[in-house]
């Protein structure tokens, strides 16, 4: 059976919280498709822990319960291999389907990235040719960013993955997995609105994130319930957000977000394959 009063408040936290924080920048002016201010950029980053948040004022203050049932366990270091290996390289199939069905081209000389530096008064001429740059950044987000993204991508996979995935599982996994899927998406809505990974479809593009939530969800939701970490997930997250908003968008800057990049309709297409293809080998 599940907890509805422990869902309950998690979800009325995490929402009102979130909602009232990119409520009030957006009021002020904060805009995904202009140069955000650094503060802004910053609320952002701590908005990412607000289900971490939510998770401590349910369990402490409203079930009582503790942290025992979010899996707050490192486990083996195999998964963390596999994961940072396997994510990397679907986004390497991702952008490939996308040149080839021809819904962007890489831009190997990086023209649009230099037109945006020299836009914020970069001095072009103290910059390394794009045969440097692009190696250094994908080796950057293979080594060194996922460490980084996925310390930030705990605060909502202690909620999501840690807290409530666990409260959800009675419903079963498909309907778990799904409503999670459908959660995670909404819980974006606001920054969506304003063009976040959907600029220019305020609304499909909300219809979308919440596929790609799911999809995505459905990978991330397996192996964390297989090797019962939360710190897993996190990983798989940071991994994701490294490889998502690095090399990949560097190189493909004019993709349609509805149908290629790391975004659009093939992405949801290759995440599904994968949750659906870790879900079997757990039942297998």
């Given at each position: ?5 422990g869902v ?34 910053l ?6 822990w ?16 503790g ?17 940072g ?63 980084i993204n996925?310390?930030v ?15 959800l ?35 499909l ?44 968008r ?25 949750g ?9």
């Amino acid at each position: 059976m599940i907890d509805r009063k422990g869902v309950s408040a998690f979800l009325i936290i995490t929402f009102t919280l979130t909602y009232l924080i990119e409520g009030a920048l957006i009021w002020a002016g904060f805009r995904i498709d202009e140069q955000p201010a650094v503060l802004g950029q910053l609320a952002i980053v701590g908005v990412m822990w607000t289900p971490a948040l939510a998770t401590v004022l349910t369990v402490k203050l409203v079930t009582r319960e503790g942290f025992a049932g979010t899996n707050l366990r490192f486990g083996s270091w195999r998964p963390y291999v596999k994961t940072g290996l396997v994510i990397p390289a679907a986004f390497a199939l991702i952008y490939a389907l996308t040149w080839l069905l021809g819904l962007g081209a890489p831009d190997w000389r990086l023209i649009q990235f230099q037109a945006q530096m020299e836009a914020m008064g970069a001095d072009l001429s103290q910059m390394p040719p794009p045969a440097r740059i692009l190696p250094i950044t994908l080796l950057t987000t293979l080594l060194f960013t996922p460490f980084i993204n996925s310390a930030v991508a705990f605060g909502e996979e202690l909620g999501w993955r840690g807290y409530l995935l666990p409260k959800l599982m009675p419903l079963g996994k498909a309907k778990a997995y799904l409503l999670l899927g459908v959660i995670w998406g909404l819980w974006h809505a606001p920054l969506v609105l304003i063009g976040f990974n959907y600029p220019g479809y305020p609304f499909l593009g909300l219809l979308w994130m919440v596929g790609l939530m799911t999809a995505l969800g459905s990978y991330i939701n397996e192996l964390t319930l297989r090797h019962r970490s939360t710190f897993l997930a996190a990983w798989m997250h940071g991994v994701f957000n490294s490889q998502g908003y690095g090399v990949w968008r560097l190189l493909f800057p004019a993709v349609n977000p509805l149908w290629g990049g790391m975004t659009g309709l093939i992405a949801i297409l290759v995440w599904s394959a994968l949750g659906i293809r870790e879900i079997k080998r757990g039942q297998s």
